[in-house]
């Protein structure tokens, strides 16, 4: 399976970006799709992820209220809504497949990554 991240890019303090994430094989439809975060000179973070049917999603704290993650299992694609951006959110934005079905908020529990889309948010 391999995974393509796009949409990333510059936006101003406040603004709005969504990323879609595309998967090369009708596999990781069965399986929960998350995406995470990595902020210059930190580690990788949990942003969200979402169940193999779209039925459950969750998000770290920071993501609650501001980020939604919804998927198109007919393109087989999943879309990271982000709004309200701050600075704070900059990073470089992975999506990874889940090793199944339900999600999972470690990266252990995820088996294939795409190369990651930047995110920057100015002040």
């Known amino acids: 399976v391999q995974l393509q991240a796009s949409g990333g890019g510059l936006v101003q303090a406040g603004g709005s970006l969504r990323l879609s994430c595309a998967a090369s094989?009708?596999?990781?439809?069965?399986?929960?799709v998350g995406w995470f975060r990595r902020a210059p000179g930190k580690e990788r973070e949990f942003v969200g992820a979402?169940?193999?049917?779209?039925?459950?999603?969750d998000y770290a704290n920071f993501a609650k209220g501001r980020f939604t993650i919804s998927r198109d299992r007919a393109k087989n694609t999943v879309n990271l809504q982000m709004d309200s951006l701050k600075p704070e959110d900059t990073a470089v934005y992975y999506c990874a497949v889940g090793r199944g079905s339900v999600i999972s908020y470690t990266e252990k529990g995820y088996q294939y990554w795409g190369q990651g889309t930047q995110v920057t948010v100015s002040s």
């Open positions: 094989a009708r596999t990781s439809s069965n399986n929960a």
């Open positions: 979402i169940s193999w049917n779209g039925g459950v999603t």
